[in-house]
């Protein structure tokens, strides 16, 4: 804050110094006043009072993308106005810039289509920093955004099967955001419903084993229980969707050949799915087991 305020005292500064000698200048026999130095003064002018609104931009807003967006508008905003600024020296050169510019926009068309790119997603809060997305094959969480491009953590991916870090940063261009769907699994709901399947015979107790695999699932994501359930009414009343009741675990039977498949839903950060579906599915297992009279699992041709 104390750098940040000290520069903005010199731009201050500056400025107002600026300002007075352009009042004062051609007023004054010790300096020759002409229209280009009229034009340089107002660049200058308009340069500083720039940067001085970056440093408050940089002040009082806390979000670091609040802060670049704040000064990519300043930047573009600054060159317009020097243009215009100069306007009376460019009308000679209308048609060669004219020609220019379409020589630039041929060029620079992709990054012309990855700057819209980063408007819509800026615009659209389609995603930010720390966000898990799927684009196309890529699944992984945001490191960096940029008006160009974007970066991303690979999870999962060639090497890896589990919703783990397989160590690559894959970078993709913001044009893609225009043409592909995206899907983001930490916006407005940040989890995601996975399930677990069991094949069991028959002849086994479903409800006293859905009662005990409820509770083996509520018992894992009882710290998280109440934070789904607020976030789960919040994304509701955003869409403004009829209130339902969050249903956590959930259950499906179905009879597959000669054995029944049961199937358990809950939702999980997809940050921590892994971990947490690992160590259900390890406690489902093992009370299966222990109780061998209630539930059974196909054996041999059974299968």
Same mark, same amino acid.
Request: charged letters at 20%; hydrophobic letters at 45%; aromatic letters at 14%.
């Given at each position: ?109 992709? &990054? ?11 615009m659209g809060q ?38 783990? &870090? ?6 993709? &261009? ?6 592909? &769907? ?85 939702p999980v950060n ?34």
């Amino acid at each position: 804050m104390k750098k940040e305020g000290s520069w903005l005292f010199i731009y201050i500064f500056l400025f107002i110094v600026l300002l007075i000698l352009r009042i004062a200048g051609p007023s004054q026999a010790f300096f020759n006043w002409t229209q280009i130095h009229a034009h340089i003064f107002h660049s200058a002018l308009a340069i500083l009072l720039a940067l001085s609104l970056s440093e408050i931009a940089g002040i009082y807003l806390k979000h670091a993308s609040l802060i670049r967006i704040a000064h990519y508008i300043l930047f573009f905003g600054t060159c317009i106005a020097i243009i215009f600024i100069f306007q009376d020296k460019l009308l000679s050169a209308s048609i060669s810039l004219g020609i220019a510019a379409a020589a630039l926009a041929f060029i620079f068309q992709s &990054p012309v289509l990855n700057l819209m790119g980063w408007i819509y997603l800026t615009m659209g809060q389609i995603y930010k920093e720390g966000d898990r997305i799927r684009i196309n094959d890529l699944k992984g969480d945001i490191l960096d955004v940029n008006p160009l491009r974007t970066k991303v953590r690979e999870v999962g991916g060639e090497y890896v099967n589990a919703d783990l &870090p397989s160590g690559r940063l894959i970078t993709f &261009p913001n044009s893609l955001l225009l043409t592909t &769907p995206i899907s983001n699994y930490s916006k407005y709901f940040p989890y995601i419903w996975v399930d677990a399947a069991f094949q069991l015979t028959y002849d086994t107790d479903f409800g006293f084993v859905m009662k005990n695999i409820q509770d083996i699932v509520a018992k894992n994501l009882k710290k998280y229980k109440k934070d789904m359930e607020q976030r789960y009414t919040v994304m509701l009343h955003f869409f403004d969707v009829k209130k339902e009741e969050f249903s956590m675990i959930n259950f499906n039977l179905n009879a597959v050949n000669s054995w029944i498949e049961l199937r358990v839903t809950y939702p999980v950060n997809p940050k921590e799915q892994s971990g947490i579906t690992t160590k259900v599915n390890t406690d489902i297992i093992n009370f299966l087991k222990k109780h061998p009279k209630k539930a059974a699992f196909p054996k041999g041709t059974a299968r």
